[in-house]
């Protein structure tokens, strides 16, 4: 089975960069019609759609959210890793990664990483 689990600080300090990394197994993130990405919930909000990389390393990511967000992949290790930059108290959430498909109908999350909190704080 395909399992994702975050790894980074639980702590960062304002206008820091946060950097998180997906570890995945059972599963390749170079294989087609997935996508790798980043979501995540501050306290008493909904989801936030972070961005995503695709099977070839092409990125797509939240407008909202481009000018402060950067995937990147590390084929050999099977990890792909979010970095927000100029982190704010407004950015305190969980943090999950995330496989999804992309079918005719729309896009579906096949598998959640268990998440990881993270305190944006001085």
């Known amino acids: 089975q395909v399992q994702l689990q975050e790894s980074g600080p639980g702590l960062v300090k304002p206008s820091q960069t946060l950097s998180l990394t997906c570890i995945v197994s059972?599963?390749?993130?170079?294989?087609?019609?997935?996508?790798w990405s980043w979501v995540r919930q501050p306290p008493g909000k909904g989801l936030e759609w972070m961005g995503s990389?695709?099977?070839?390393?092409?990125?797509y990511y939240n407008p909202s959210l481009k000018a402060r967000t950067s995937i990147s992949r590390d084929t050999s290790k099977n990890e792909f890793t979010l970095h927000l930059t100029s982190v704010t108290p407004e950015d305190t959430a969980v943090y999950y990664c995330?496989?999804?498909?992309?079918?005719?109908?729309?896009?579906?999350?096949?598998?959640w990483g268990q998440g990881t909190y993270v305190t944006v704080s001085s």
């Open positions: 990389i695709g099977q070839s390393g092409n990125t």
């Open positions: 059972g599963g390749s993130i170079t294989a087609d019609y997935y996508y």
């Open positions: 995330a496989r999804d498909r992309d079918y005719a109908q729309g896009y579906v999350t096949l598998t």
